[in-house]
């Protein structure tokens, strides 16, 4: 039983925004799990060098080039992954896009953009897919969530409005898909350094707060994520649907106060 229940080997699983940072970390781990991995992001070179890099003796990564705010790219992602491996066990929703600015200086090509990829993208990804899954009355889905649905940042209002969309997906679709054994969660990763972060914590000021604020002291890293979708893709998440874990070093376990004793 302890072999298995945290088992996902021979899975085939379905990464989208995979080339770098989250998405390829929690790639990688999958396929370390002799899972069959696909991966999915719109620069060919970088996900080619992606999949090589993160493939394992026993089994090759697949990279399928895709855009997840095209609605016909998506259908025939997934179309390619099922001819290639005639099922989808799992699906991650990881592509996402951010842009940081005070709200009234926003765009409305700059809103579309974020929320077509994330929401947008996210669903119809979620629903191309889930057909299938409704079809063989089973299937897991993991959407990557954001440490905004907790409390929102300031100026990425509508990074924070698409994910909160996401979370609210996250729940509606585990409502809809259970009766045919789909299980839909999400992980909500606080601050964690990837390349695209990776300047802004450099800074010091930055890198001083944000370790404030978590109980354990310091910023996530992408590895820090591998454990949680393995766990949500198992069967010892058999009777997990519908929620969010946040892996966010306690970030959202309360508000630090400055006090370290009573006087």
Known sequence: M??????????VVLLTGASRGIGRALAAGFAASHARVFITGRDESTLNRTAEEISTPERAVQPV????????????????VLELAGRIDILVNVAGVNQ??????????EYDHILDIN????????????????????GCQINIDSLNTFA??????????????LNVMTRGLAQEWGKYNIRVNGIAPGFIVTDLSRK?????????????QSPLKRLG?????????????S????????????????????????IERIT
């Open 2 to 11: 302890e072999e298995t229940l945290f088992s996902v080997a021979d899975q």
């Open 221 to 233: 890293q992408v590895d820090d994520l591998v454990g949680t979708a393995i766990f949500l893709a």
């Open 100 to 109: 940081r600015q005070p709200a009234e200086q926003y765009s409305e090509a």
């Open 65 to 80: 080039v895709s855009d997840v705010a095209d609605a016909t790219a998506i259908r025939r992602c997934v179309a390619s």
């Open 152 to 165: 929102p940042l300031k100026h990425v209002v509508p990074y924070a409005m698409s994910k909160g969309g």
């Open 200 to 212: 802004l914590w450099a800074e010091p000021v930055m890198r001083r707060w944000a370790e404030q």
């Open 119 to 138: 929401l947008k993208g996210a669903f119809l990804m979620a629903q191309t897919v889930g057909r299938h899954m409704i079809e063989r009355r089973q």
């Open 235 to 258: 069967p010892a998440a058999a009777f997990i649907t519908g929620q969010t874990l946040r892996v966010d070093g306690g970030m959202s376990a309360g508000i630090p106060w400055p």
